[in-house]
């Protein structure tokens, strides 16, 4: 039986601006299952950051629940939720958000000192990862010292360094030539297939979305499969 990574049931999400209410999310339930590569599409200010801001515990809803394997994590109060993004989200950007100061390895291998992890665990993880990811050769450089596609492994290096349950990704491609955003979904897939990575990507990009299990699109907040 394949078990439900994430589920959204009736999310909605309602922001104060000034006296008036801006309704980012009607509604929203969706079901991601275990290993799958999950897309979703839609225009600017449609909510699709907003619902992957809120499955990844980054913002609240104002109603509805998110469960992340059995986990509620709508019931969590702050300390908890930041520990389990910590543990259990990975999350890649498009602008990758690596530390300027930081090498390849020592970006990825931040979120493991974060979680207290010992010193050889951490430089056996992060050295696997690089490999993985194909930077292993450049992992003593600066992200200034990257193309835009390596310092793209590395954020994915990084989300992947906690095993977590679930990769979140807004808009990896979008600093990314064509050339580079098929190479980033080669290597999902590969990640997917390998070590059963279920990934939440959301994308204007049809490079990524035709390489989806599933299609989601997003519009005023409501959500519809295509």
Known sequence: ?????????????????????V??????????????????????????????????????????????????????????ITRFRLEKIGFVFQFYNLFPTLTASENVELPLILANKPKQIREKRVGDLLEIVGMKQRADHKPDELSGGEQQRVAIARALVNDPTLILADEPTGDLDSENA??????????NKKQNQTFLIVTHDPL???????????????LSEK
């Open 208 to 222: 990524v979305s035709n390489e989806c299990d599933k299609i989601y699109a997003i519009r005023d907040g409501r």
């Open 23 to 80: 309704v980012a999310l009607k509604d929203v339930s969706l079901q991601i299952s275990e290993a799958q590569i999950v897309c979703i599409m839609g225009p600017s200010g449609s909510g699709k950051t907003t619902l992957l801001n809120i499955i990844g515990g980054i913002d609240r809803p104002t109603s509805g629940n998110v469960l992340i394997g059995n986990t509620d994590i709508t019931k969590f109060g702050e300390s908890q």
């Open 182 to 191: 098929v190479a980033f979904m080669e290597l999902v897939k590969e990640l």
């Open 1 to 21: 039986m394949v078990e439900n990574i994430v589920q959204t049931i009736n999310l909605s999400k309602i922001y104060k601006r000034r006296s008036i209410d």
